[in-house]
C-alpha cells in the first residue's frame, strides 16, 4: 500500500509532548514537560458540571455554544478589555483553544496563502497551516535583555502580497514572554497597513504575572474589525481536559469560522458549557489566587534550575519558563531531554521542536511548573545533581 498519510502532514508525526510524557512514564521521570495542572479548578465550578450532567443536559447543545454561556463570554470580555461583542453571532464556542485555532486558519486561508507565526510556536499552529494547504512564514522570537522579543524589521520583511494571516499567542507559549502594548502595536500597525487578519491565541491571558499587562490585539485601534480573538476555561480554571473553548469576532470572521468548526465537531460539549459559564462570572477570585499560586511556583522552579546550573530565562506569564542548557556543557537540548530522565529523573521539552529554523532554539529546554508545590520541590532536588556532575 502506498502511504497513507496525505503529503502535507507527513512532517508530522507523533506530538513531542506524547513522545516525553511516555518517556517520563516509561522511566517514573517527574514530568515537567506537558502543560497541564495536577490539580483540580475551582470546587463550585466542577459540582456545576457534576449537576448539569446529572440534570441531563448531555444531548447536543447548538452548534455556535450554549447561549449562557455565549453571553458568559461576551461579558467577560466587555469587564475586561472594553470589548463589546454580540453573543449571537459573534461568540462561537469551540472544543478547546487548538480547534478554534484549526477552523480559524482552514476558514481563512486558501491554498498557497501566507500565515506568519512568531517562533517558537506551539506545535498545533503548523499543522492547522499544513492542514489549510498555506504556508507558514515564521518571525523568530530572540532573547534581549532576559525576554524573547521580535525584530519589526523582520516582521515586515515576513510579509509578501500572499500574506492573510498573522497569528499571535501572547502570553506565549513556549516562552513565557508577554507581547509588550508597544510590541502589539507594531503588529497591528502591519495588519493595517497590509489589510491581514489577526488570529490571536489568548490562552494565558489571566495567567500574567509580576503586575504585568496582557493587551488583547483587538483593544488596540483598528482591531477589533480585524482579529478573531480565541480563549478557552482550560488554563483559566485548571480544567484542560475539558476542552471548552471561544472565539470572539465580529460577524463575518465569527462567521467564517462557525462554517468550518460545525463540520470539524458540530458543537463542544454541553455540560462543561454551564460550568464555565458560572466560572466566568463568579470564580475570577478563585483566578487571581491561582494566578498568585503559580507566580510562587515559578520563582520556586527557576531558583532551584538556577542551582542546578541552568541559564534562566524569567518568564512574564503561562505555565513555563526556558532555560539555556549551555552553561551545563550541552548544545542540543533534545539529546539532554532524551537524556535527562536518565541524569536527574526528570522530563522537560526541548524548545527546538517549535522551530522553523531548529537551530535558533537549539540551546534550551522548557520546564513547566503548573504542579504541585511538593512536585517541583523533589524535581528540584533531582535536578541539582547536574550541578555537581556538570554532564
Same mark, same amino acid.
Given at each position: 500500500?502506498?502511504?497513507?498519510?496525505? @503529503?502535507?502532514?507527513?512532517?508530522?508525526?507523533?506530538?513531542?509532548?506524547?513522545?516525553?510524557?511516555?518517556?517520563?512514564?516509561?522511566?517514573?521521570?517527574?514530568?515537567? /514537560?506537558?502543560?497541564?495542572?495536577?490539580? *483540580?479548578?475551582?470546587?463550585?465550578?466542577?459540582?456545576?458540571?457534576?449537576?448539569?450532567? &446529572?440534570?441531563?443536559?448531555?444531548?447536543?447543545?447548538?452548534?455556535?455554544?450554549?447561549?449562557?454561556?455565549?453571553?458568559?463570554?461576551?461579558?467577560?470580555?466587555?469587564?475586561? %478589555?472594553?470589548?463589546?461583542? *454580540?453573543?449571537?453571532?459573534?461568540?462561537? +464556542?469551540?472544543?478547546?483553544?487548538?480547534?478554534?485555532?484549526?477552523?480559524?486558519?482552514?476558514?481563512?486561508?486558501?491554498? /498557497?496563502? =501566507?500565515?506568519?507565526?512568531?517562533?517558537?510556536?506551539?506545535?498545533? %499552529?503548523?499543522?492547522?497551516?499544513?492542514?489549510?494547504?498555506?504556508?507558514?512564514?515564521? +518571525?523568530?522570537?530572540?532573547?534581549?535583555?532576559?525576554?524573547?522579543?521580535?525584530?519589526?524589521?523582520?516582521?515586515?520583511?515576513?510579509?509578501?502580497?500572499?500574506?492573510?494571516?498573522?497569528? +499571535?499567542?501572547?502570553?506565549?507559549?513556549?516562552?513565557?514572554? #508577554?507581547?509588550?502594548?508597544?510590541?502589539?502595536?507594531?503588529?497591528?500597525?502591519?495588519?493595517?497597513?497590509?489589510?491581514?487578519?489577526?488570529?490571536?491565541?489568548?490562552?494565558?491571558?489571566?495567567?500574567?504575572?509580576?503586575?504585568?499587562?496582557?493587551?488583547?490585539?483587538?483593544?488596540?485601534?483598528?482591531?477589533?474589525?480585524?482579529?478573531?480573538?480565541?480563549?478557552?476555561?482550560?488554563?483559566?480554571?485548571?480544567?484542560?481536559?475539558?476542552?471548552?473553548?471561544? !472565539?470572539?469576532?465580529?460577524?463575518?470572521?465569527?462567521?467564517? +469560522?462557525?462554517?468550518?468548526?460545525?463540520?470539524?465537531?458540530?458543537?463542544?460539549?454541553?455540560?462543561?458549557?454551564?460550568?464555565?459559564? %458560572?466560572?466566568?462570572?463568579?470564580?475570577? =477570585?478563585? !483566578?487571581?489566587?491561582?494566578?498568585?499560586?503559580?507566580?510562587?511556583?515559578?520563582? @520556586?522552579?527557576?531558583?532551584?534550575?538556577? $542551582?542546578?546550573?541552568?541559564?534562566?530565562?524569567?518568564?512574564?506569564?503561562?505555565?513555563?519558563?526556558?532555560? *539555556?542548557? @549551555?552553561?551545563?556543557?550541552?548544545?542540543?537540548?533534545?539529546?539532554?531531554?532524551? @537524556?535527562?530522565?536518565?541524569?536527574?529523573? #526528570?522530563?522537560?521539552?526541548?524548545?527546538? #521542536?517549535?522551530? *522553523?529554523?531548529?537551530? &535558533?532554539? &537549539?540551546? %534550551?529546554?522548557?520546564?513547566?511548573?503548573?504542579?504541585?508545590?511538593?512536585?517541583?520541590? $523533589?524535581?528540584?532536588?533531582?535536578?541539582? &545533581?547536574?550541578?555537581?556532575?556538570?554532564?
Amino acid at each position: 500500500m502506498r502511504e497513507p498519510l496525505v @503529503r502535507r502532514m507527513r512532517e508530522f508525526g507523533t506530538t513531542v509532548f506524547a513522545t516525553m510524557t511516555k518517556l517520563a512514564v516509561d522511566t517514573g521521570s517527574i514530568n515537567l /514537560g506537558q502543560g497541564f495542572p495536577d490539580t *483540580d479548578g475551582p470546587e463550585r465550578m466542577l459540582e456545576r458540571a457534576v449537576d448539569a450532567v &446529572r440534570s441531563g443536559l448531555n444531548q447536543y447543545p447548538p452548534g455556535p455554544g450554549l447561549p449562557e454561556l455565549r453571553q458568559a463570554v461576551a461579558e467577560h470580555r466587555k469587564q475586561w %478589555y472594553g470589548l463589546a461583542y *454580540d453573543p449571537d453571532g459573534e461568540v462561537l +464556542v469551540t472544543v478547546g483553544a487548538t480547534e478554534a485555532i484549526a477552523a480559524a486558519i482552514l476558514a481563512l486561508c486558501e491554498p /498557497g496563502d =501566507e500565515v506568519v507565526v512568531f517562533e517558537p510556536y506551539y506545535d498545533s %499552529y503548523a499543522a492547522a497551516v499544513a492542514l489549510a494547504g498555506a504556508v507558514r512564514r515564521a +518571525v523568530t522570537l530572540r532573547v534581549d535583555a532576559g525576554r524573547f522579543t521580535f525584530d519589526p524589521a523582520e516582521l515586515e520583511a515576513a510579509i509578501t502580497p500572499r500574506t492573510r494571516v498573522i497569528l +499571535v499567542n501572547s502570553p506565549h507559549n513556549p516562552t513565557g514572554t #508577554v507581547f509588550t502594548r508597544e510590541e502589539l502595536e507594531c503588529v497591528a500597525r502591519v495588519c493595517l497597513e497590509h489589510d491581514l487578519i489577526a488570529v490571536t491565541d489568548e490562552v494565558y491571558e489571566h495567567l500574567a504575572f509580576d503586575g504585568v499587562e496582557h493587551v488583547p490585539l483587538a483593544t488596540l485601534p483598528g482591531m477589533r474589525e480585524r482579529t478573531v480573538m480565541i480563549s478557552s476555561a482550560g488554563k483559566t480554571f485548571s480544567v484542560t481536559g475539558w476542552k471548552t473553548g471561544w !472565539v470572539c469576532a465580529p460577524a463575518p470572521l465569527a462567521g467564517a +469560522v462557525q462554517a468550518v468548526k460545525q463540520f470539524l465537531t458540530f458543537t463542544a460539549n454541553a455540560p462543561w458549557q454551564t460550568a464555565v459559564a %458560572y466560572a466566568l462570572r463568579e470564580e475570577m =477570585e478563585w !483566578v487571581a489566587a491561582q494566578r498568585a499560586a503559580l507566580q510562587a511556583k515559578r520563582d @520556586r522552579l527557576v531558583t532551584g534550575l538556577a $542551582e542546578a546550573g541552568f541559564d534562566v530565562l524569567r518568564s512574564a506569564g503561562t505555565y513555563f519558563v526556558q532555560t *539555556d542548557i @549551555r552553561p551545563l556543557g550541552f548544545d542540543d537540548g533534545l539529546e539532554l531531554a532524551r @537524556r535527562l530522565p536518565e541524569l536527574a529523573g #526528570v522530563v522537560a521539552i526541548p524548545t527546538q #521542536v517549535f522551530y *522553523d529554523h531548529p537551530e &535558533r532554539g &537549539r540551546h %534550551y529546554l522548557r520546564f513547566a511548573f503548573c504542579k504541585r508545590d511538593e512536585v517541583i520541590e $523533589e524535581a528540584v532536588t533531582r535536578l541539582r &545533581r547536574l550541578s555537581g556532575d556538570r554532564v
